[in-house]
């Protein structure tokens, strides 16, 4: 298989930020009571996580080893306040529900994980793809929890009536986040169970 | 041994904070004329001597308004005196703005038969409450892990053994403070100065980030004892949201200093009392029958949803 889609299927499944990796738990179960807002966020982490891995990549020969990750935090805190400029003329309403977390990207550790792992030590064009991969795996993980507690909890889906009526209330409290996810990550544990017969270690192991 | 010193540690410093906050209480509790809230939809006021029954049953003869829009009036339902006619309660229909100033205006007050004149009162929250809504709010009401879901990289990370977790809440309570105060003195002083409120995110995750790297130097020098087993954490601090969020929700909404510092208390103590919790039943779980698939980090996030749930129940503290 190409390697660049390689790095990208590997960002989807085998490598989720979300239920594999474990890594920024926090969006992933505060802003995702709607599909709306588990998009709105994902696209603004796929835009950071990907414009940071290419100017890593590219500067990565004038960054001095030993002061690195103030200036991964720095060219992180640059592409948030971009993004944060642009998404309320996008989506104002919806940008109102996610703004603390649009800024708290910039301590979201996939993003300065990926730097330091990939970008910090592979050229321009599969640093973009990896990037691009662990952002999209991102907004799959954001999407998916958004849309399971969005259809439990309001019986709704990306705002549209299809239930009529609420069939489970907590999903949509502080705990069904809590819930969801670890059921998740359970069902994820369980299909590498099936498929290669072995318990995975990486998401327990964190 | 060593965990004895490090209680004793942890001991100390939650007593000195209840001390700054208890100094604080007396100091900003200035005199705020003699009214006050009872519920939301009560006032007390207290007149010094005993007034008459027969004019204070009279609603027409208080004037209560907000003191930002004197023109609305406020619809009264009722007045009510104590029994030795000092004090009376108004009672309104509908619920107050208690976090901000009402005015009071009693005419022609009535007592014995003589009539003492108009008298105005200043109703408004003190300060000392204020400070206390908000460092409940931040602690227990909403709990930053369990109810806000910031920090949840660290809390599953460190919360596997309980000594872990009393040393991980104590360096984050008191860097959290610290932090809070020193993005609060630089907004004030430097970036709304200069106009240059956008450029927030990146002035405050530096700072945070160059003050935890000041506090390792310094206790590397200073104490190595306190260095070897809090220094780990320090390092892990910078990845933690609470200590980005705190700042910027004080920024938001226009905290003062001693606000500023009180959420930051809080945060940091509520973040600290979940990480203990989650430590104590994390402990037990290792001995548990749990299934294989479920067993390390899914099982973790199920018990953080029954926490989450019996932390709605403090919302009921809300009230204060």
């Known amino acids: 298989m190409n390697r660049n889609v390689q790095l990208l299927w590997n960002g989807l499944i085998p490598e989720n930020p979300i239920f594999r990796l474990a890594l920024s738990m926090c969006p992933a179960v505060a802003v995702t009571t709607s599909v709306q807002n588990g998009l709105l966020l994902g696209l603004a982490v796929v835009f950071v996580q990907v414009f940071s891995s290419c100017t890593v990549a590219i500067f990565k020969s004038f960054i001095h080893p030993r002061i690195r990750i103030p200036a991964y935090v720095i060219v992180i805190a640059l592409w948030v306040s971009v993004i944060d400029m642009i998404l309320p003329v996008i989506s104002p309403e919806v940008y109102k529900q996610v703004e603390l977390f649009v800024k708290l990207i910039v301590v979201f550790a996939i993003i300065i994980s990926r730097l330091e792992l990939f970008a910090s030590k592979e050229p321009l064009i599969p640093s973009f793809f990896d990037g691009l991969g662990m952002g999209i795996g991102f907004l799959f993980g954001l999407c998916l929890i958004g849309a399971i507690r969005e259809f439990f909890g309001t019986g709704q889906l990306f705002g549209f009536d299809i239930l009529g009526f609420n069939p489970l209330l907590i999903m949509v409290l502080p705990a069904g986040g809590f819930f969801v996810i670890g059921f998740i990550m359970a069902i994820f544990n369980w299909v590498e169970f099936k498929l290669t017969g072995k318990i995975p270690t990486s998401g327990g192991a964190h | ?320």
């Open chain 2, 1 to 320: 041994m060593k965990a004895c010193k490090l209680q004793r540690l942890g001991i100390i410093t939650v007593i000195s904070f209840v001390f700054l906050a208890v100094v604080a209480l007396g100091v900003s509790d200035a005199a705020t004329g003699s009214g006050s809230f009872k519920k939301d939809n009560e006032i007390v006021i207290s007149f010094g001597v005993p007034v008459d029954e027969s004019w204070a049953k009279n609603a027409a003869n208080f004037l209560v308004f907000e003191k930002t829009d004197p023109d609305i009036q406020l619809p009264i339902e009722s007045v009510t005196l104590d029994a030795k006619r000092i004090s009376a309660l108004i009672r309104f229909s509908e619920p107050l703005n208690l976090s901000s100033e009402y005015e009071v205006i009693a005419k022609d007050v009535a007592s014995e038969g003589k009539t003492l004149g108009t008298v105005e009162f200043l109703v408004k929250k003190s300060q000392g409450q204020i400070l206390f809504t908000i460092f409940l709010g931040a602690m227990l009401i909403n709990n930053f892990v369990f109810t806000k879901y910031l920090g949840l990289c660290i809390f599953f990370g460190v919360s596997q053994k309980k000594e872990t977790s009393i040393g991980m809440g104590i360096t984050f309570t008191i860097v959290m403070v610290l932090s809070a105060i020193m993005c609060w003195a630089l907004l004030t002083f430097v970036l709304n100065p200069l106009h240059l409120g956008f450029l927030k995110i990146i002035v405050f995750i530096g700072t945070v980030a160059i003050f935890v790297q000041a506090v390792d130097t310094i206790l590397r020098k200073l104490n190595p004892y306190l260095f070897k087993k809090l220094g780990v954490f320090l390092v892990l601090i910078v990845t933690n949201c609470i200590i980005l969020a705190v700042p910027l929700i004080n920024a938001d909404s226009g905290n003062g200093p001693m606000e500023s510092l009180i959420l930051g208390l809080g945060a940091g103590l509520g973040f600290a009392l979940a990480l203990f919790l989650m430590a104590c039943v994390r402990e037990k779980l290792e001995l548990c029958k749990v299934p294989p698939v479920f067993r390390g980090l899914p099982i973790a996030f199920v018990v953080a949803g029954l926490f989450a749930l019996s932390f709605l129940g403090f919302s009921g503290l809300s009230i204060f």
